[in-house]
């Protein structure tokens, strides 16, 4: 299985910090790379698709790079509302995998 | 509006069953592959399986292999998960989701249902 690891597991940040969180796939996975925000309770919410395309309706602040097995998520200036669980996906080889999450706390 | 609502969800006995759906509404149903992700108590996301636009073809996690089965009915706009032997590990909050299918799209998971727990105890 593609092994998915994100880092940092958890982070503490304030209002109008920039935030990283970055994720390696154990291989490759090309563009294949998709990243999710979930909040307590909820269910996940697409962010970012095929490593930096922004879904509609998600705030231009997210933005996703990377390529082949190393990728990153930065939130350029946190808002109230971006406090929550990321985790980012691979869809290029079955199971699709994610990654353990990342927690953005106050 | 775009939605997916799942249902079916309870308490079962180990090695018990159940099966959950997804309605489906707001779009194409027939045009999208769609997937089962699941979520323990307090842990991350964990993919269980997928199903073609048709139900050709479907896939799954090893650890559900042979005890679940996924299908869908495309009249019916409706997604199903079959789950049988369940385990005390299957306590889960269960999602059903929209695959975006291609190399430009990344096979992303772009719609998600509210979830249905399902718990497996004696």
């Known amino acids: 299985d593609t092994q998915m690891t994100q880092s940092p597991s958890s982070l503490s940040a304030s209002v109008g910090d920039r935030v990283t969180i970055t994720c390696r796939a154990s291989h490759s996975i090309t563009t294949y790379l998709n990243w999710y925000q979930q909040k307590p309770g909820k269910a996940p919410k697409l962010l970012i698709y095929?490593?930096?395309s922004l879904q509609s309706g998600v705030p231009s602040r997210f933005s996703g790079s990377g390529s082949g097995t190393d990728f990153t998520l930065t939130i350029s200036s946190l808002q109230p509302e971006d406090f929550a669980t990321y985790y980012c996906?691979?869809?290029?080889?079955?199971?699709?995998?994610f990654g353990q999450g990342t927690k953005v706390e106050v | 509006e775009v939605q997916l609502v799942e249902s079916g969800g309870g308490l079962v006995q180990p090695g018990g069953s159940l099966r959950l759906s997804c309605a489906a509404s707001?779009?194409?149903?027939?045009?999208?592959?769609m997937i089962w992700v699941r979520q323990a108590p307090g842990k991350g996301l964990e993919w269980m399986a997928n199903?073609?636009?048709?139900?050709?073809?479907?896939y799954y996690v090893d650890s559900v292999k042979g005890r679940f089965t996924i299908s869908r009915d495309n009249a019916e706009n409706s997604l199903s998960l079959q789950m049988n032997s369940l385990r005390a590990e299957d306590t889960a909050v269960y999602y059903c989701a929209r695959l975006l299918s291609g190399y430009s799209y990344g096979d992303a998971f772009d719609i998600w249902g509210q979830g249905t727990m399902v718990t497996v105890s004696s």
């Open positions: 707001g779009f194409t149903f027939s045009n999208y592959w």
């Open positions: 996906q691979q869809s290029k080889f079955t199971p699709q995998t």
């Open positions: 095929a490593v930096s």
């Open positions: 199903i073609k636009e048709d139900g050709t073809e479907k």
